[in-house]
């Protein structure tokens, strides 16, 4: 009774820091997010898919202050042609961003649609959260839908010439900024989607998508640099008949990084990867939480995530595969693995499979280990040093997962990032 009460107490204080958007067509969609948060309540140490990560700076009434970092780096995808639509500290800046407008695909604010009576964001908003509730809860990601005060909707209708970049600015030590996007991939459309940036001090976001039959949604996150930074970021898929839905998530530094995410494959023939690579120094926790339910026939998902950890750090996995009945010919596979480079890191994992059909093939696996020495010592023995040779194995274990972003320059861009990051920690 004590927990619950506290759990319920410590609820009740986050949801009076907040303010809710009034009127408009997602008046209803946050109404019953707010319900679903006052009835879960927060999360916390005791809850299942929590007890390897400690949820309370996520969830405290005022965020943990986090000094603002400069790299000195040009800002990632900054050598690519693309639509830049920048938020600071959680607020849409026009000034920063290029013009909306592009061919193949609509994008608007959130804000401007809470305005509005009707709306096609108004068919996925809250809608593809709210069905991610089950079986397990996601009280944070309900709190996005609710109070969420601006993102963007972007409708996909044909493929657009370039990507779409979201990019995320960090100004104030104590902003606590909550994002929610929108996002339709119409028959046959597709385009490819950029996230980066540290956000906020406390960064909320939640991204739903729709994957209509036929078509493709590649995208890229890199999570800032910020050292002191907390995320929790939720993503919500859903997939139509022969479609394609592939995510990579680089993460360097952070104190904190929890990512969720769900996705469902409803129609035949749909394809889902997801994958991450983090490397973390020190005070740092990363947690991949991913669910993926295979609801159709032929479908294919992969979730391959790669940890590199030091001084320190931890790293978490938890991933599940769900098949349900009548979801033959469903391919699965799950790989978790980290590379513990001293003996003061942690990797915990927590893979699952749970099939209810009989013509399928599954895998999954979780390693944990250290560095190759009968590697490092035939680089070593050609006259590599040791700092570097041990980068080079760190790149090697890393290449899986970053090898599941499907376009070669992109890729090349985060190999580059990772190799700056290890040469600086050398």
């Known amino acids: 009774m004590a927990l619950a009460e506290r759990k319920q107490s410590e609820t009740e204080a986050r949801l009076a820091t907040l303010t809710m958007p009034e009127g408009g067509c997602l008046a209803v969609a946050r109404q019953a997010a707010l319900s679903r948060v006052q009835t879960m309540g927060l999360p916390n140490r005791r809850d299942e898919y929590w007890k390897y990560t400690r949820p309370d700076t996520l969830t405290s009434a005022e965020a943990p202050q986090a000094a603002v970092f400069d790299s000195g780096e040009v800002p990632m995808f900054n050598e690519f042609d693309r639509l830049k639509i920048v938020f600071v500290d959680g607020v849409f800046d026009p000034e920063a961003s290029d013009d909306l407008a592009m061919e193949g695909v609509s994008i608007e604010r959130i804000s401007d649609i809470c305005d509005k009576d009707i709306h096609w964001a108004k068919d996925l908003y809250g809608v593809l959260e709210a069905r991610g509730q089950t079986p397990v809860e996601r009280p944070l990601a309900a709190l996005n839908t609710a109070f969420a005060q601006d993102g963007v909707a972007i409708r996909v209708t044909g493929r657009p010439s370039k990507p779409?970049?979201?990019?995320?600015?960090?100004?104030?030590?104590?902003?606590?900024?909550?994002?929610?996007?929108?996002?339709?991939?119409?028959?046959?459309?597709?385009?490819?989607?950029?996230?980066?940036?540290?956000?906020?001090?406390?960064?909320?976001?939640?991204?739903?998508?729709?994957?209509?039959?036929?078509g493709a949604l590649h995208l890229v996150r890199a999570q800032g640099r910020d050292h002191e930074r907390r995320a929790a970021t939720h993503m919500f898929a859903r997939l139509g008949t022969e479609s394609v839905f592939k995510t990579f998530t680089l993460t360097v530094n952070?104190?904190?990084?929890?990512?969720?995410?769900?996705?469902?494959?409803?129609?035949?023939?749909?394809?889902?990867?997801?994958?991450?690579?983090?490397?973390?120094?020190?005070?740092?926790?990363?947690?991949?939480?991913?669910?993926?339910?295979?609801?159709?026939?032929?479908?294919?998902?992969?979730?391959?995530?790669?940890?590199?950890?030091?001084?320190?750090?931890?790293?978490?996995?938890?991933?599940?595969?769900?098949?349900?009945?009548?979801?033959?010919?469903?391919?699965?596979?799950?790989?978790?693995?980290?590379?513990?480079?001293?003996?003061?890191?942690?990797?915990?994992?927590?893979?699952?499979?749970?099939?209810?059909?009989?013509?399928?093939?599954?895998?999954?696996?979780?390693?944990?280990?250290a560095i190759d020495e009968e590697g490092l010592f035939y680089l070593r023995s050609r006259g590599v040093p040791h700092a570097e040779a041990?980068?080079?194995?760190?790149?090697?274990?890393?290449?899986?997962?970053?090898?599941?972003?499907?376009?070669?320059?992109?890729?090349?861009?985060?190999?580059?990032?990772?190799?700056?990051?290890?040469?600086?920690?050398r």
């Open 390 to 425: 041990t980068d080079l194995m760190t790149l090697a274990f890393l290449a899986e997962a970053v090898e599941e972003i499907e376009d070669a320059d992109i890729a090349a861009s985060v190999v580059d990032r990772l190799e700056g990051w290890l040469a600086r920690r």
């Open 254 to 369: 952070g104190v904190l990084t929890r990512n969720e995410a769900v996705i469902e494959l409803t129609g035949d023939d749909a394809m889902a990867h997801i994958a991450g690579a983090c490397v973390g120094d020190g005070d740092f926790l990363h947690d991949d939480t991913v669910f993926i339910t295979h609801d159709a026939v032929n479908c294919e998902s992969r979730q391959v995530f790669k940890k590199v950890l030091r001084n320190g750090a931890t790293g978490v996995f938890q991933g599940k595969i769900l098949v349900k009945e009548g979801a033959q010919k469903t391919d699965g596979y799950q790989i978790s693995q980290s590379l513990l480079l001293d003996d003061d890191s942690q990797f915990l994992a927590k893979p699952e499979l749970e099939i209810y059909a009989d013509d399928v093939a599954c895998s999954h696996g979780s390693t944990s280990g």
């Open 164 to 214: 779409i970049n979201l990019v995320y600015r960090h100004a104030a030590e104590a902003s606590d900024a909550i994002l929610h996007h929108v996002i339709c991939v119409e028959d046959g459309a597709s385009a490819t989607i950029l996230e980066n940036g540290p956000g906020a001090s406390r960064l909320n976001t939640c991204m739903e998508i729709d994957v209509a039959d036929r």
